[in-house]
């Protein structure tokens, strides 16, 4: 993270961790799901596993870690488990993961073991048969926490054995309150439109959202003009940085800030596509048509449903060799 806002975060820390909510209670929002759950761990031995859906940043992985926190208390380190299901190199690595961790001895004084198993929708079928059978092996010190943004890609049988709760997109009133209570923590002046601002970038995505108070926080005072300032700067000069690593060969620092720009930053698939397109043109390449083309065959291959990260990470690959 070698620009502006990769300093300035580094300096303070990434402030979506440090407001991290640790107890339900905290959690922005979602307050019916909140109260169901904290009814269902009342008493933990009776816990389903759980399914978590909705879209990116609305509290999911967040309120899955506080139920660990809740129900585990002092042993929450050593009893869960997270993985992600879309990083994790096929099932085979998350069987050998959940494998070792629910046979791991001696339990303490807790009920049972928790898995936080997050984009769990990004698995095959065939993974995800794999993954009922772990389930159905491990039922009696185990309990599943699964975690995706659409539920319809999860099979069946894997549905029926959980409690599913819908997160939804958070309002903007609940966001902006959210924000201006970090920009006070955190002593930065902010105005009413600066923060709608932030909220009409983040459609509802909070962690976004709070990425991006953070970088415009560098810029000095959150107002209107400075957010839309930092949401182009961060946008167009980190892809302009991830195409410059990858025509210098550098694949895997490149895929890891692509990464980063869509996880952390909450950048979509096709704005990234779009703006690594105008990156092509700015660099006047000699390669240009071919990077261009490159880039082309990608942007279908996405659109036709082939998994966005595993291709964008192709992408970077192919275009490396273009010398």
């Known amino acids: 993270m070698g620009n502006r806002l990769g300093d300035h975060m580094l300096s303070t820390g990434m402030w979506v961790e440090k407001y991290r909510p640790t107890k339900l209670s905290e959690i922005v929002n979602q307050t019916e799901i909140i109260g169901s759950l904290e009814a269902l761990i009342k008493d933990p031995t009776d816990m ?11 509290g999911k992985t967040t309120t899955a870690l506080c139920i660990a926190r809740q129900i585990l208390g002092e042993y929450a380190k050593d009893y869960t488990l997270e993985l992600n299901a879309s990083d994790e190199r096929g099932i085979g690595m ?20 928790i898995i936080i198993l997050d ?4 698995m095959t079928a065939d993974a995800q048969t794999a993954l009922r059978r772990i389930i159905e092996d491990t039922a009696k010190y185990c309990r599943f926490i699964l975690i995706a943004n659409n539920i319809s890609k999860i099979i069946d049988p894997i549905q029926s054995r ?4 819908k997160f939804t997109s958070i309002p903007q009133e609940d966001v902006i309150n959210h924000l201006e209570s970090i ?3 955190e002593k930065i002046k902010s105005d009413k439109k600066g923060l709608k601002a932030i909220y009409d970038y983040s459609e509802g995505d909070l962690r976004h ?3 991006l108070l ?3 926080a560098s810029l000095g005072e959150i ?3 400075h957010v839309k300032a930092s949401a182009g700067l961060t946008k167009t000069s980190d892809v302009d940085e991830v195409l410059k690593m990858a025509l210098a060969g550098k694949v895997l620092e490149a895929r890891e800030k692509m990464i980063e720009l869509i996880k952390v930053y909450g950048m979509s698939e096709s704005d990234f596509l779009k703006y690594i397109n105008s990156a092509v043109f700015k660099t006047k390449h000699e390669k240009l048509s071919d990077i261009l083309k490159v880039i082309a065959k990608y942007d279908f291959r996405i659109l036709s449903g082939a998994n966005s990260e595993i291709q964008l990470s192709a992408l970077l690959a192919e275009i490396s060799t273009l010398k």
Not at 49 to 57: E, P, R
Not at 162 to 165: K, N, Q, S
């Open 223 to 225: 107002t209107e003009e």
């Open 119 to 122: 984009e769990a929708d990004e």
């Open 214 to 216: 953070q970088a415009t």
């Open 48 to 58: 389903p596993h759980l399914m978590f859906s909705g879209s990116a940043g609305v």
């Open 94 to 113: 998350v069987r050998e993961k959940v494998k070792k961790f629910s046979r791991f001895a001696g339990m303490a004084e807790v009920p049972f073991k």
């Open 209 to 211: 959202a709070i990425n």
């Open 183 to 185: 920009s006070k923590k």
């Open 162 to 165: 959980c409690a599913t709760f």
